[in-house]
């Protein structure tokens, strides 16, 4: 099948290249020309597991191609994708001006019956206002054209994204139209593998599953990182009430890991949209609410840790931080907890130095000027370098290398041995026989009794 996909972020590229992979002639547009060149280049705007591969031979086999504009020639498709940023309003629900303008740019072009998919996480009545600016841009043409948008929600996770786009738990396709649907039904067959995983519904009832279902695994983290939190003060290892409540089928073990906080560029911005969402109707939503509220605590729940081991001066103490991308496995720092905590560190007067297997460059470009010129922050190649001189080491990002570190050396290096486990990632037990301060999430560690 031909498709042409608009916007080449994290969704976009990762649609393009998987559909190109699967034998469709592609063809993914951004309107970003340094990106367009980069890419044909086979040189890719983020760090993805097998991505890399996928966009480099589905271009050599001509399957794969990128255009900076609707315009070019080899762009006109019968499937055409939306996948470009609906980055946060100033209130927190989603700016549509780049969806709007790619539907406007589809409407100008089209001259026969098409399928468009909304693939970017867009407010529930979005594809009714897509169709609307595209019927507007036809009539303008004076002409009367069929078309279908459908919505049809990306799932992927940072990390794992070829993977969970090749091996999809499900495929929501939002559409009342039976045109569209045999369309889809079509493109997507390759992925169904042992059964059918497409999960056909309305177009709204669509659009609202990929909030509800990001929400849902944010209230999830929210509602484990409240529990630790009563834990701490309770004299109760949440460790162990975490294997004790996953074990119930109706609850899981995944998604219930306590630690400093969600982040990323899905769970915070769809929440506080689906909050917004909400109050435009009138309607007050409670518990997501909390949910970020929660967060938005969590998220500096290390720091609290820091200041009541250290008591509030903290100038003329350095700290050892392991991770500052939002989670592992990805360079992305978007709504990352390492930057909440440096944010504070580095105002109370400590000294920070972070290390980080993927992130580093991404650090170095967009974190504040002014912390690595005062000398307060310094970013390291190793991650024992991090730890030289340090009060303590401070764990937010749980990448494999920090799992099992050689924690003779780690006593060593440091100044004082205490570390901060912002993910429980270590045995707290096993730490103090090692001469260590272990302050982990909800290890019970804070316990007035
Ligand atoms: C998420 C959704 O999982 C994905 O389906 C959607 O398409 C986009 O948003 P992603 O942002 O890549 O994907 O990250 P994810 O792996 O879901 O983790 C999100 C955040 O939750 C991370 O900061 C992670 O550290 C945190 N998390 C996750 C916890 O704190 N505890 C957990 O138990 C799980």
């Known amino acids: 099948m031909k498709l042409t996909v608009i916007g080449t972020g994290y969704v976009g590229l990762v649609t393009g290249a998987c559909l190109a992979e699967m034998g469709n002639a592609v063809t993914c547009v951004d309107v970003d020309e340094q990106k367009i060149a980069r890419l044909r280049e086979g040189i890719l705007p983020i760090y993805e597991p097998g991505l890399e591969t996928i966009v480099t031979e589905n271009q050599k086999q001509g399957r794969l191609r990128f255009a900076t504009s609707l315009a070019d020639p080899g762009a006109e498709a019968p499937v055409y994708m939306i996948a470009v940023g609906t980055p946060p309003g100033e209130d927190g629900s989603a700016d549509l001006q780049y969806v709007l303008a790619v539907a406007r740019d589809i409407g100008r072009r089209i001259s026969q019956y098409t399928v468009v998919l909304d693939k970017s996480t867009v407010p529930v009545g979005t594809a009714e206002r897509v169709a609307g600016v595209i019927r507007g841009e036809l009539q303008q043409r004076g002409l009367s054209v069929d078309f279908d948008v459908v919505s049809n929600p990306e799932f992927l996770k940072e990390g794992d994204a070829v993977q969970d786009f090749m091996r999809p738990d499900r495929i929501i396709i939002g ?13 997507y067959a390759p992925f169904m593998r042992t059964h059918e995983r497409i999960i056909f519904m309305g177009v709204r009832d ?65 929440v506080r949209a689906l909050i917004q969402m909400a109050r435009q109707t009138g309607f007050e939503p409670m518990l997501l609410n909390a949910v970020e509220a929660r967060n938005h605590a969590q998220q500096r729940v290390l720091y609290q840790k820091i200041l009541q081991h250290f008591g509030p001066q903290l100038a003329g103490r350095s700290f050892g ?88 050396l780690v006593k060593t290096l440091m100044k004082s041995p205490i570390v901060f486990d912002g993910r429980n990632q270590y045995d707290p037990a096993q730490l103090r026989g090692l001469g260590f301060t272990h302050i982990g999430i909800g290890r019970g560690g804070e316990a007035i009794t």
């Open 175 to 187: 559409s009342d139209s039976e045109r569209a649907r045999e369309v889809l039904r079509e493109l």
């Open 206 to 270: 669509a659009e609202m599953t990929k909030y509800a279902a990001n929400s849902m695994l944010a209230t999830k983290i929210s509602f484990m990182n409240e529990i630790a939190g009563l834990c701490d003060r309770m004299g109760v290892d949440v460790e162990n009430v975490r294997l004790g409540i996953g074990s119930d089928s109706r609850i899981g073990y995944s998604f219930i890991y306590p630690g400093a906080g969600y982040g990323g560029s899905c769970f915070p911005k769809d």
């Open 321 to 408: 931080l392991w991770g500052l991308s939002f989670k592992p496995g990805t360079d992305d720092m978007r709504e990352a907890p390492s930057t909440v905590l440096l944010r504070d560190l580095i105002a109370s007067g400590a000294r920070v130095k972070a290390y980080d297997p993927a992130a580093l460059e991404v650090a170095r470009r967009d974190l504040p000027r002014t912390w690595f010129e005062s000398g307060q922050l310094q970013l390291v190649e190793q991650q024992y370098d991090a730890l030289k001189g340090a009060d303590a080491l401070v764990l937010i990002t749980e990448w494999k290398p920090f799992r099992h570190p050689d924690f003779t």
